[in-house]
């Protein structure tokens, strides 16, 4: 259902886009959202968008430097990292969910349907 890639190594202050691709269900028709995983850790939102419209929102450790961005004819939701730093690297998954969510549900992985796989982002000089 959900395919993410353009993960790679990257030095500090670097960017990179991560791509994320839906079949079987438009993306335009789903919330989008980009969480991360370090070793060790639980899984952290990074990111949404809204289902329907451009409504975006962030987790404040990427305020500023990472933006979502969607494109409904190819039906794939983009992450934009600038900037980045080490604290950034972690295994980064796209997530899908066709129900409405209150707004906190937006930062629980549990609240989607669809998870694409791991896509791995290394910062390291």
């Known amino acids: 259902q959900l395919q993410a890639s353009g993960g790679g190594l990257v030095q500090p202050g670097g960017s990179l886009r991560l791509s994320c691709s839906a079949s079987g269900r438009a993306a335009r028709d789903m919330t989008m959202a980009w969480f991360r995983q370090a070793p060790g850790k639980d899984r952290e939102f990074v990111g949404r968008i809204l289902r329907g419209r451009n409504t975006v929102a962030y987790s404040d450790s990427v305020k500023g430097r990472f933006t979502i961005s969607r494109d409904n004819g190819r039906s794939m939701v983009f992450l934009q990292m600038n900037n980045l730093e080490p604290e950034d690297s972690a295994d980064y998954y796209c997530?899908?969910?066709?129900?409405?969510?209150?707004?906190?549900?937006?930062?629980?992985?549990?609240?989607?349907?669809?998870w694409g796989q791991g896509t791995l982002v290394t910062v390291s000089s």
């Open positions: 997530a899908a969910s066709s129900r409405p969510l209150l707004s906190t549900d937006f930062y629980d992985p549990l609240s989607y349907d669809y």
